[in-house]
């Protein structure tokens, strides 16, 4: 069962930042938007592209939360459908930009979107799955316009990464993790920081419930039977 999903929702439990996002071998990512949220980029437009749960809508958050008063954080879709005066936001953030390009009607709206954001010179972030050049059934002028922007590609965790992710999840939460806890937990959830934050959660809340240590015994016995679940897309 190596790398299988935990089937839980990964919650946002305090406001996205940079300082809470961990970097790992994606610190430039952290660096580029750093200077977008300041208005200092010489490139008013990014596409952040990864994995499920690897971090973009906490990325996305973080730029509008320190960009400040005029920044806008939407799913792309709803933004689509009801652009109104948030085409004209200091700095715009859309995510889960596929669930836009479903629709003939929508990839339009984004394209022009786009264009006239860049007239205006306005920043302008997009998240989806995968790479631009990767997205299937979008009209050569909308592709042109997403592979023109800067790309940034978050980097799956290694397992040195994940195992410090862990260590500090697991500090914060005043979480006691034996060696042997934290690489059970290593090898069989996936990569991602979002499934082993879930994970973390949903320890911590088994043994404040129960009022028991989290042991190897424990924790499989809280997790294991989540990773049996189908896996979710």
Known sequence: MKGSQLALPVQLTQAPTFETFFAGPNADIVDALRVIAGRRSPVPAAWIYGAGASGKTHLLRATVAAAGKGAAYSAAAIACDALGALQDEPLLALDDVED??????????????????????????????????????????????????????????????????????????????????????????????????????????????????????????????????????
């Open 100 to 233: 836009a390009l479903t629709d003939e009607a929508r990839g339009l709206v984004l394209l022009r979107l786009i264009d006239r954001r860049r007239e205006r010179g306005l920043p302008l972030l997009l998240a989806g799955n995968v790479a631009p050049a990767r997205l299937a059934d979008i009209s050569s002028d909308l592709r042109s316009r997403l592979e023109a922007m800067a790309l940034l590609g978050i980097k799956p965790l290694r397992e040195d990464d994940r195992r410090e992710l862990v260590r500090l999840q697991a500090q914060q939460r005043g979480l006691e993790l034996a060696d042997d806890v934290v690489s059970w937990l290593i090898a069989r959830l996936r990569r991602d920081a979002g499934t082993l934050i879930a994970a973390l959660e949903e320890i911590d809340n088994a043994t404040l419930s129960a009022k028991r240590r989290p042991t190897l015994p424990f924790v499989q016995q809280t997790i294991g039977p989540l990773l049996q679940l189908p896996l979710l897309h």
